[in-house]
């Protein structure tokens, strides 16, 4: 992803701009990702966004920002409900036979 650099900002805005940002608990990092989304959202966006609204297998969008302030990307075009339906059409019936994670974690444990 490239970056971007503003220079000159006058004081009274970058501080206001740390206040919004404790107020929506994100970073300073984080909200300027989130004004800048919101309006190129409202522009009605372009390049990848525009490949995202048309659902194209390689859209990306920005759905979220990480404790950091770093963007979390989604890339394709399935919807998490539309992932879930395929897996239960290909596995409808749970795997018994199996150890689970919490079985062999609690077998570890308990061997020291």
């Known amino acids: ?29 984080g909200e ?9 959202a409202e522009s009605g966006g372009t390049g990848s966004q525009a490949a ?4 194209g ?5 920005v759905v979220g920002f990480d404790g950091r302030g770093f963007p979390i990307v989604r ?3 399935k919807a ?6 395929e897996l239960r059409a290909r ?7 199996q150890l689970l994670g919490a079985d062999i974690i609690r077998a570890e444990r308990d061997a020291r």
Do not use: C, F, Y
């Open 1 to 29: 992803m490239p970056n971007l650099s503003i220079k000159d900002v006058p004081e009274a805005w970058a501080e206001a701009l740390r206040q919004r940002a404790a107020l929506n608990h994100r970073s300073l990092q």
């Open 57 to 61: 297998p390689q859209a990306t969008r």
């Open 32 to 40: 300027l990702m989130a004004i800048i989304e919101r309006s190129v």
């Open 75 to 77: 890339q394709g075009w």
């Open 80 to 85: 998490p409900e539309q992932v879930l339906a």
């Open 91 to 97: 596995h409808p019936e749970p795997i018994h036979d």
């Open 52 to 55: 995202a609204s048309a659902g």
